[in-house]
């Protein structure tokens, strides 16, 4: 088959000309490939993923978390990159009224470290914890486990970061009748 770069490219999921070094609150989702419930079916990589999400500010010092969950096959979580307020977002309407959301103003500068950057990272150590450990007990388990993306939100204000809270603390009640639920 012929590379047809219309085709084949794949399409960015990222805001166009958004700073996502920005400081502001950010929601993201992190997949498994293949959309596997390994976390269940490992209960060690699961408690790999955790402790390296909770690492996350230790290794990056503008970054503060909130709300997570690891799910069967996924993971929800809010990561707070401080220095301004949560209004981050450009200018844009956001779809559900006339209203504008609000631009950042007056914040200090922005921190050279993307949610790019951090989710990479994160991901990167949570597949070398798992290679070390599948290797050192000899499990016969993919060892790159990440779907290649992931997905994220900005976060434009307190109530929808208070909504956001509450639907990642209840994301596990909701599993059983989730589609992605192999077992329902």
């Not at 950057?117 to 070398?128: A, Y």
């Not at 798992?130 to 290797?135: F, G, P």
């Not at 790159?144 to 900005?154: I, L």
């Amino acid at each position: 088959m012929q590379y047809d770069q219309y085709s084949h490219h794949r399409q960015s999921l990222r805001l166009r000309e958004y700073d996502y070094s920005q400081a502001g609150a950010y929601f993201v989702t992190i997949c498994t490939r293949n959309r596997e419930c390994l976390f269940d079916e490992f209960p060690v990589l699961k408690q790999i993923v955790e402790r390296q999400w909770l690492d996350i500010p230790s290794r990056f010092q503008n970054v503060e978390l909130d709300e997570c969950v690891v799910m069967p096959n996924h993971v929800h979580g809010i990561i707070m990159i401080v220095g301004a307020t949560l209004a981050v977002a450009p200018d844009v309407t956001d779809g559900l009224s006339d209203r504008i959301a609000p631009s950042r103003a007056g914040a200090s500068p922005a921190p050279t470290n993307t949610i790019g950057d951090i989710i990479g990272t994160f991901k990167s150590l949570c597949v070398h914890d798992w290679l070390n450990h599948i290797k050192q007990h000899n499990i016969d388990a993919v060892g790159k486990f990440w779907q290649r993306n992931y997905y994220e939100r900005v976060i434009r204000n307190d109530t929808e970061l208070n909504k956001i809270r509450e639907y990642i603390i209840a994301n596990p009640a909701m599993w059983d009748s989730d589609e992605e639920n192999q077992m329902s």
